[in-house]
C-alpha cells in the first residue's frame, strides 16, 4: 500500500484502490468500482466497517473516547453553550455571533406554535399511545401543513429548518399533555427555548410553573449531549430516506422511529426500566450481571456498550457528573442512582464486559437526570428526539448540498435458491 493507493490482488490481477484521508488521520478505502472493476462486492452487515460519506460535521474517536462537533470539543460546548447555540452550530457550521443568536431565538420564538388543525390529530391518539408513536405521526404531518419544502439552499429551507427544530418541543409536549388528559399550553414569547418547553409541559390553567434555573441548565446540557452523533442508526436512517429526495419531515421521522429502538435512543428509557425491577427486588447487581453473562439469555445491560466506543462515552462521563450535581442542587436521593454506580463497578471488574469494551453510554446515566427534573419515563426518548434534531438536519442539509450524493442503495450477497420452475400443480386454468 502507497500513501495513495492499496493493491487489491485477485489470482494474477492486481487492483488499485484509492485511499481516502480525512481531517483527522482516518483513512478510508474507496470502493465505489470496486464491482465494476471485479465484479466483487464489499459484505459488512451493519456497516461496521462501511463510511457512508463524508461529513464535516461530527469528529468521533471510539478508541480514545472523543466527540467534537464542528471541532469543538463536546465536553466545552456543554459547559459554555446553550443548546440553542449548539443547534446552531451544527446547522449552519459556525458559532452564532450575539445578534445571529437573538435572531436565531426570534425566529425560534415565532415558528413555535403548531397550526390549529393539527390539534384535532392529537385529539384522536390513544390515551396511552406512547409519545414516540404521536412525535413521528405530527412530525411526518407536518409536511402537509407546510408543504413549501422542495429544495436546499433557499428560504424555504431555512424556515423548514427552523419550524422544524421549534415546533418539534411543542409537539413533544403535547403529546405529553394528551397522555395525561390535560389542556395543551402554547408556547409563550416570554421563556426561552428550554424554558419554554418546561412550561408548555408543567404549567396547566390551575398550575404556574416558573421554570427552575436548576433544572432549565440541565435541560439544555442534557440536549447538547444529545445534539449529534455522525452516522448512527437514526442519522443513517435520516440520510437514507433523505438521499432518495424525500423532504426533511419525511426523512426526519425515518430518524424518529430508527431512535425509537432500545438498541438505540430507547435504551434510555429501558435503563430506568431495568434499575427499577433491581429495585423492587432488593437491589442486588449480582443477580443482573449474572443474568447478562448467561449465554441462554437475551437479556443486556442497557445502557452498556457502544458500536463504536471501546472506551468510556465521553457523553456518559458528563452525564454521570450532571447527574450528581442535579441530584445535589436539587436535594435528592435517588436510590436508582446508587444501583446505576453499583451496576457500573462491578459490570468494569468483570471479565466479560472488559473483554467486549463494555462501557456506560449516553444513555446509562441520563434517564436519572431526567427522572430528576420530571421528566416522565415514557418521554425520555423523546427528549433524546428533540436533542438529535439539529444534528439530523446537519447531515441532511450536508447530503443534500454534496455534488456526490447518489441514492442510498445497498448491494446484498443472495443465498437463496436457484431458478424454479413453478410445479404444474400449481398453475391456474
Ligand atoms: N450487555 C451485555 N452484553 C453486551 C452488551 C450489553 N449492553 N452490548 C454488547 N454486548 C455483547 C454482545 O452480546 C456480544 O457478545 P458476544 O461477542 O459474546 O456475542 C458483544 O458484546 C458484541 O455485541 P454486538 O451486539 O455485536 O455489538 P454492536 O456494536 O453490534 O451493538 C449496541 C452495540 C447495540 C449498543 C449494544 O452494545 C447494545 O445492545 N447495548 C445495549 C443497548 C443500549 O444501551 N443502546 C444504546 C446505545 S447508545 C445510543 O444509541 C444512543
Known sequence: MSEKNATLHMGEKAYTIPVLEGAAGDRSLDIRTLRKDTRFTAYDPGFVNTASCKSAIT?????????????????????????????????????????????????????????????????NFPEHAHPMSVLSAMVVSMSAFYPELDDTGNEETDMTVTRLLSKMRTIAAFSYKKSIGEPFVYPSHRF??????????????????????????????????????????????????????????AAITAGICALWGPRHGGANQEVIEMLTQIRDAGGDVNNTIERIKDKTSTFRLMGF????????????????????????????????????????????????????????????????????????????????????????IANWLEMRADPTMRIGRPRQLYVGPELRKVPSFIKEE
Open 59 to 123: 469528529y468521533l474517536d471510539g478508541e480514545a473516547g472523543i466527540l467534537r462537533y464542528r471541532g469543538y470539543a463536546i465536553e466545552g460546548l456543554v459547559e459554555h453553550c446553550s443548546f440553542i447555540q449548539v443547534a446552531y452550530l451544527l446547522v449552519h457550521g459556525a458559532l452564532p455571533t450575539h445578534e445571529e443568536r437573538d435572531r436565531f431565538g426570534e425566529l425560534l420564538n415565532r415558528h413555535s406554535m403548531i397550526h390549529e388543525d393539527m390539534r384535532n390529530f392529537f385529539r
Open 192 to 249: 426561552s427555548y428550554c424554558d419554554n418547553f418546561l412550561n408548555m409541559m408543567f404549567s396547566s390553567p390551575v398550575k404556574n410553573y416558573q421554570p427552575n434555573p436548576v433544572v432549565s441548565r440541565a435541560l439544555n446540557k442534557l440536549l447538547i449531549l444529545h445534539a449529534d452523533h455522525e452516522q448512527n442508526c437514526s442519522t443513517s436512517a435520516v440520510r437514507l430516506v433523505g438521499s432518495s429526495f424525500a423532504n426533511l419531515y
Open 305 to 392: 456498550g457502544h458500536r463504536v466506543y471501546k472506551t468510556y462515552d465521553p457523553r456518559a462521563k458528563v452525564a454521570k457528573r450532571l447527574c450528581e450535581e442535579v441530584l445535589n442542587a436539587l436535594g435528592i436521593h435517588d436510590e436508582l442512582l446508587d444501583i446505576a454506580m453499583k451496576l457500573e463497578e462491578r459490570a468494569l471488574s468483570d471479565d466479560y464486559f472488559i473483554t467486549r469494551n463494555l462501557y456506560p453510554n449516553v444513555d446509562f446515566y441520563t434517564g436519572i437526570i431526567f427522572r430528576a427534573i420530571g421528566i416522565p419515563t415514557n418521554m425520555f426518548t423523546v427528549m433524546f428526539a428533540i436533542g438529535r434534531t439539529p444534528g439530523w
